[in-house]
């Protein structure tokens, strides 16, 4: 008797479900052209989901076993954001995190573009002293003629 009531007892009893996972909170950091997100392991999950999104543009959903991911080829000076779901072993995904953004950029464009700035400001710079320069030689020439009488 014990051994048919075990089974039906088994039967009987609730079956634990599987849990989705919970949101994951992604850090985003970019460089030049790349992203570059991470984030802590969540309890349960397998794998992640990571979509990337460049305006009207989605790219994903990428899979990955790890807890960081790396976006190759943004393009430097547009907005990207990003989101990620985990996955339990059931194949279930949890919500998606709150959306993290960033502008990948090349460290060395604002630097040329302040020493092209900076080359420019000398060089107007230098053509206004130029010119002040010329005009107080023409003024002291002019003076000269007329202590001369030869200005009409």
């Given at each position: ?26 850090r ?12 802590e ?9 990571v ?10 959903p ?38 993290v953004?960033?502008?990948?950029t ?47």
């Open positions: 008797m014990r051994r048919l009531l075990l089974p039906l007892l088994l039967l009987l009893a609730p079956v634990a479900q599987a849990q989705a996972p919970a949101a994951p909170h992604v985003l950091v970019s460089g030049n052209q790349v992203l570059m997100a991470s984030w392991a969540v309890p349960g999950a397998v794998s992640y989901e979509d990337v999104y460049h305006g009207d543009v989605h790219i994903g990428i899979n990955v076993t790890a807890t960081s991911y790396a976006f190759q080829g943004a393009f430097n000076g547009v907005p990207y954001a990003l989101t990620v779901r985990a996955r339990n072993a059931a194949g279930e995904l949890g919500p998606a995190s709150a959306p953004a960033a502008l990948p090349n460290p060395h464009d604002a630097r040329y573009f302040a020493l092209a700035i900076a080359a420019i400001w000398v060089a107007v710079v230098g053509y206004c002293l130029l010119l002040a320069r010329g005009q107080q030689r023409l003024e002291e020439r002019l003076i000269k003629l007329e202590q001369h009488g030869e200005r009409a």
